[in-house]
């Protein structure tokens, strides 16, 4: 019986060519999208997973409140590691982890420039799963040793073994004393190499100071030690070394950092957002529901075609569940027929897609035997759902009725399949409005204006402070270039931030937390920002020695200065007044409103933060000119370095990359949705102007047009259309009115958003359907009315 079935199977699948590659194709490219999102989003659930100790490892973050904001801050003092270890029995190991970009790895063969690294204690090889693969077992104990990842160690060794040999960071040398495995992909720590903390220790005398939070803290607890408990007992440790400091500690699980750190204030990069996770699972699951939509559709309409088989075989005795048994078989076999297609689809799209969410997925991973069966498991049941309603339907009817036409008589089935398409639409509309609203966010992100120039600058992470104003007027000598100067951070993302700052009329019991950035004095003048009270540093004319603050607005509003000219400030020690106040200008994402800031001038005799970037401003667009002339410069002073220089709009650009990223997948993802839907309406409008042939070859004996036929046959379709964009254009402008909420900067949902998608979506459907209708409605009268 079971290869009579397969028979009777492979036959309809030949007979009905069209309407089987339609739904194939359209059931492939749908379950091709779900395992595509389904990598991405299993990959992102398996962050830090890998872990053999993982349960037992947290991270210690800060809760910190001030009068006017609240702040999660993912940084914490340097001190802190060792003082809770030693102080908790509680704690098994603890670590400090701080990340290290711009060192210069050299040996006699090779000089690498683009290697990331971190400074960590000998407890991180321990708590971490980075497999040792060779050398010292414990390594990072000694301050001159350093570790390699197997991938760093054959970019700059080859072949030779590297255990014991030497290399030149900077100007220290260093003894390799282990490699360990490559970090995987899902880790939210990577780097290419160790160095051990000590040597950060060695360069930082701040890493002593309570005060100071700059330093990653990792702990694993004892296998039996509650970590509510522990978190209750360090939480105030900050405090009682600290007098007057205002944070209070809490414990963040290792494998919950990834994807529930949206907003903690300087994490490191490349964090995820659980939101993404719930996004992509809808788009997935939408994808799915609209493939399997068009099989259901598409089966009901083609097995109303075998209504007279149905009604000989229940002649000639099959039972009710052999009947059923038969076509949810089918189904199955052509879920599996396209499952397999689907595979092989997203095999060959995966490179692509790799290089859209930056990962290295692979499709090994539904080979896996769990994996397998899920994979199985999902075609039976795609199978089932989508064969459910024709089996049921067609093996329910008494054998008279269907060999007398009964079926398509009545004109049943033909309200379900309305129902489907309407779903199927609504949902694809959907993802039209919300791919049109969050490019237009996008759009917004990059065009708004910002407070400062971002074009025409590049800057580069060296700074030679004892020979910076030489370096300066050598570059200057060039006539492209206008400006030169020097920051501890670019206005970007910058997390650099106290509560020690002081003011002539502060209130005793207030509490103020303002971000903090030196730079030499041609700052505002290169970024092209805007004085609104006082001078910049360029336009003074006291000494360099004293010590002088600029304000931005959005400071002196919560500071409560009407006239801050002249007042008395002091931070860190230092004295002076305020000089200046800079109309205010965004130095964080878009995502967070403008924050308080304070720009110091560079001095001997200061104490802050030294520099780190130089920038330049250039008046040509010959801009790769400009860019290796000053290269060619500023390496004569550091000609152990390798120096490069960058385009700071591109590093601007790149802050709402995870945005643009997350565009570019839902626009494609879109554009696959709307072609499955409308492949779904063509093979649907195929059979139902197959069923009217006869009718429009009588219309056109009795004199009617082309157009009329084309208009009565896609009417019908075209309030069907209507009736989606009614469904889903308040659910999407609900869904993205939640979304938007994540921007402090946002735009507004105008109406026009509606009017093109409800266009969109009309223009497609229409098409599509006079596509099939014009066919049917051209054919010569004689031959149509001998159809059939």
């Known amino acids: 019986m079971f290869k009579n079935y397969l028979k009777i199977a492979f036959r309809n699948i030949i007979r009905q060519k069209g309407f089987t590659a339609i739904n194939i194709i359209g059931l492939s490219i749908g379950i091709a999208c779900t395992l595509l999102l389904t990598l991405w989003i299993t990959n992102e659930l398996n962050f830090d997973h890998f872990h053999k100790n993982g349960e037992h490892i947290y991270r210690v973050v800060e809760h910190q409140q001030y009068s006017s904001q609240f702040l999660e801050v993912a940084v914490t003092p340097g001190p802190l590691a060792v003082a809770i270890k030693d102080d908790f029995p509680e704690i098994k190991r603890s670590t400090r982890y701080s990340t290290i970009r711009s060192y210069q790895l050299k040996t006699d063969r090779i000089t690498c420039s683009d290697m990331n690294g971190a400074f960590a204690d000998s407890d991180f090889l321990q708590m971490f799963t980075f497999p040792i693969l060779q050398g010292n077992t414990h ?10 990842t197997e991938h760093a160690a054959k970019q700059i060794f080859e072949l030779e073994n590297p ?30 190499y160790l160095l051990p903390f000590s040597c950060l220790e060695k360069q930082n005398n701040s890493l002593t100071y309570w005060g100071n939070n700059s ?26 070394h600290n007098e007057g400091a205002l944070s209070t500690l809490y414990l963040q ?14 994490d490191l990069n490349g964090m995820g957002d659980a939101r993404y996770i719930v996004i992509f699972s809808c788009i997935s699951i939408f994808i799915l529901i609209i493939s399997c939509i068009n099989f259901v559709s598409l089966a009901t309409a083609r097995y109303g075609n075998r209504s007279r088989e149905v009604g000989m075989r229940k002649v000639l005795g099959a039972p009710h569940q052999n009947l059923i048994c038969q076509f949810l078989g089918e189904s199955i076999l052509l879920v599996g027929l396209a499952t397999i297609i689907a595979l092989v689809m997203t095999e060959l799209t995966l490179p692509v897609f790799n290089q859209f ?45 269907i060999l007398n036409g009964y079926l398509f008589s009545r004109q049943r089935g033909g309200n379900f399949r309305k129902i489907l398409v309407v779903l199927q639409w609504s949902l694809s509309i959907i993802l039209i409005i919300c791919t049109i609203i969050l490019y237009q966010q996008l759009q917004y992100m990059q065009n708004k204006k910002i407070g400062f120039n971002k074009q025409q600058i590049l800057y580069t992470a060296f700074y030679d402070k004892s020979n910076f104003d030489s370096m300066k007027q050598e570059i200057l000598r060039n006539p492209q270039i206008d400006h030169v100067t020097a920051v501890s951070a670019l206005p970007l993302n910058m997390n650099n931030s106290t509560s020690g700052a002081k003011w002539e009329g502060m209130n005793e019991d207030e509490s103020f937390l303002i971000h903090c950035l030196s730079s030499e004095k041609d700052f505002i003048e290169t970024f092209g920002m805007k004085m609104v009270a006082g001078v910049s540093f360029a336009q003074r004319e006291t000494k360099s020695d004293d010590f002088g603050v600029i304000l931005n607005e959005t400071a002196v509003k919560q500071m409560q200065l009407s006239n801050p000219i002249g007042k008395s400030f002091s931070v860190w020690g230092n004295e002076g007044k305020i000089i200046g106040v800079v109309k205010d200008f965004h130095f964080k994402s878009l995502h967070y409103p403008i924050e308080p800031i304070m720009i110091l001038p560079v001095s001997d005799h200061l104490r802050h933060d030294n520099p780190r970037y130089t920038v330049v401003l250039v008046n ?22 390798k120096i490069e220089f960058s385009f700071f709009d591109e590093r601007f650009a790149a802050m709402y990359k995870a945005e643009q990223e997350m565009s570019t997948i839902l626009k494609w993802f879109t554009c696959l949705a709307i072609f499955i839907a409308s492949l779904g309406l063509l093979g649907l409008t195929a059979f139902l102007t197959d069923k009217r042939t006869k009718e429009i070859g009588i219309r056109k004996i009795l004199g009617a047009h082309v157009s009329n036929i084309i208009y009565i046959l896609s009417k019908e379709f075209a309030k069907w259309i209507i009736f989606a964009n009614i469904i889903a254009i308040p659910i999407a402008y609900i869904i993205m009115r939640n979304a938007l909420q994540n921007f402090a900067y946002r735009i507004s949902i105008v109406p026009s958003v509606f009017v093109i998608t409800f266009l969109i979506s009309m223009l497609l459907a229409v098409f599509t359907i006079i596509f099939q209708t014009y066919k049917k409605s051209i054919l010569n009268p004689v031959e149509v009315l001998k159809y059939e």
């Open 139 to 148: 390594p990072l104990r000694g301050i001159d040793e350093i570790v390699l």
């Open 163 to 192: 255990v014991g040999k030497t290399i030149l960071i900077n100007s220290d040398l260093k003894t390799i004393t282990a490699i360990i495995s490559d970090i995987p992909d899902n880790s939210h720590l990577q780097f290419d």
């Open 215 to 240: 330093i990653y803290t990792y702990i694993e607890l004892q296998e039996n030690s509650d970590a509510n408990l522990v978190e209750n007992k360090i939480q105030n440790i900050i405090k009682e």
């Open 253 to 266: 699980q290792l494998n919950q950092i990834h994807l529930h750190s949206v907003g903690m204030v300087a």
């Open 357 to 401: 969410v930056l990962r290295n997925l692979r499709l090994q991973t539904f080979f896996q035997p769990v994996s397998l069966l899920i994979l199985i498991g999902m075609v039976i049941f795609l199978g089932i759902i989508a064969g459910i309603y024709p089996a049921f339907l067609l093996s329910s009817f008494k054998p008279v009725s």
């Open 620 to 641: 040509s667009d010959d801009l790769l000119s400009v860019k290796n002339y000053l290269e060619k410069i500023t390496q004569k002073y550091s000609p152990e370095k």
